[in-house]
């Protein structure tokens, strides 16, 4: 079946260093990424996407990569802050409008 | 400009009991979905509906339903609830039913404790 996976539940980083969270998918005609990040008690809040004809796509301090080759996906947060503690979820688009999330990568970031 | 709001923020229910939780899209925005929340996992998806109509399910049991409003707005019910359905129940609006590169964005969801 589909599936979206994170390869590590925790990530600590220090301050100021850059943040790299890694996500495997397993449908090789998914089409659309997107990372969401998820801060204690709120919703889900959308970061960054990108489609499968790009390999590389940057945002504000967020940098989103994607291998095909491999169905990976890796999410790169420079100049990590501690307002960047969250949990970030990487999602594959499905049918319609349905999201498939994996279970979630937790950062901490430590002054 | 407000978001997606839900209401009520949390709810605490006994078995066998039902439950309405309620949406309400971005303004402009005729899309609205719903997901499941357990915790220590991402969210699972339950329905999506366009222009009133449901438009795709997810893997959920029939005791769960939902339905749109003219104006948008949503409900999910869910009947005979289970202790499994506690969870955070999410809505995620978007402007139109599944376009591409259609961003969702999500409320603050709901958290359900079934005793």
């Known amino acids: 079946g589909e599936s979206v996976g994170l390869h590590l539940p925790t990530l600590s980083v220090q301050e100021g260093d850059n943040s790299i969270i890694n996500c495997a998918y397993s449908?090789?005609?998914?089409?659309?990424f997107i990372w969401y990040k998820q801060e204690s008690g709120k919703g889900p809040q959308f970061i960054i996407d990108?489609?499968?004809?790009?390999d590389k796509r940057q945002g504000q301090r967020v940098t989103v990569l994607l291998n095909k080759t491999v169905k990976h996906l890796s999410l790169q947060i420079a100049a990590t802050q501690p307002g960047d503690s969250a949990v970030y979820f990487c999602?594959?688009?499905?049918?319609?409008?349905?999201?498939?999330f994996g279970a979630g990568t937790r950062l901490a970031v430590h002054p | 400009d407000a978001g997606v709001t839900q209401s009520p923020t949390h709810l605490i229910k006994t078995r066998g009991q039902q439950v309405t939780l309620r949406c309400s899209p971005i303004?402009?925005?005729?899309?609205v979905s719903w997901y499941q929340q357990v915790l220590g996992q991402g969210p699972q998806f339950i329905f999506q509906?366009?222009?009133?109509?449901?438009?795709g399910r997810g893997n959920f049991p029939d005791r769960f339903s939902a339905r749109q409003f003219p104006n948008y707005s949503s409900e999910l019910n869910v009947n005979a609830l289970l202790l499994g359905d506690s969870a955070l129940y999410l809505c995620?609006?978007?402007?139109?039913?599944?376009?591409?590169?259609?961003?969702?964005?999500f409320g603050p969801g709901t958290r359900l404790l079934v005793l």
């Open positions: 995620a609006s978007s402007l139109l039913g599944g376009g591409l590169q259609e961003t969702q964005y």
């Open positions: 999602a594959e688009k499905g049918g319609y409008n349905k999201l498939i």
């Open positions: 990108i489609r499968s004809n790009m």
């Open positions: 449908n090789s005609a998914s089409d659309y």
């Open positions: 303004s402009g925005h005729k899309s």
């Open positions: 509906y366009y222009e009133k109509e449901e438009r």
